[in-house]
Nanobody, 124 residues
């Protein structure tokens, strides 16, 4: 059984940093894409970042967030700097069975596995 478990969320002030982690178990994702999505209240789930054979970011987080992974630990990270109130959302880790193009990696339905999410709240 594949599980993705996120951690690292919390309440911070604008301008602060947080690092989210996602530990995967049940299979390795070293040869497939993984990503982060987020969902704010009343809004649809949106793409944040993905790591494939390269990395891809949404325009809203580019330059502030960094996605990375440690294949030895089967763990995905999202370093979030210069946080803004509009970054407030539940952040979800997602894993795919295979690699994907930069375009397809931004589509939630392209992912096969999802974590339960971790809340990030940024106060102004």
């Amino acid at each position: 059984q594949v599980q993705l478990v996120e951690s690292g969320g919390g309440l911070v002030q604008a301008g602060a940093s947080l690092r989210l982690s996602c530990v995967a178990s049940g299979r390795t994702f070293s040869r497939s894409a993984m990503g982060w999505f987020r969902q704010a209240p009343g809004k649809e789930r949106e793409f944040v970042a993905a790591v494939n054979w390269d990395t891809v970011y949404s325009d809203s987080v580019k330059g502030r967030f960094t996605i990375s992974r440690d294949n030895a630990k089967n763990t995905l990270y999202l370093q979030m700097n210069s946080l803004k109130p509009e970054d407030t959302a539940v952040y979800y880790c997602a894993g795919r069975s295979y690699y994907c193009s930069d375009y397809r990696c931004q589509i939630a339905n392209e992912y096969d596995y999802w974590g339960q999410g971790t809340q990030v709240t940024v106060s102004s």
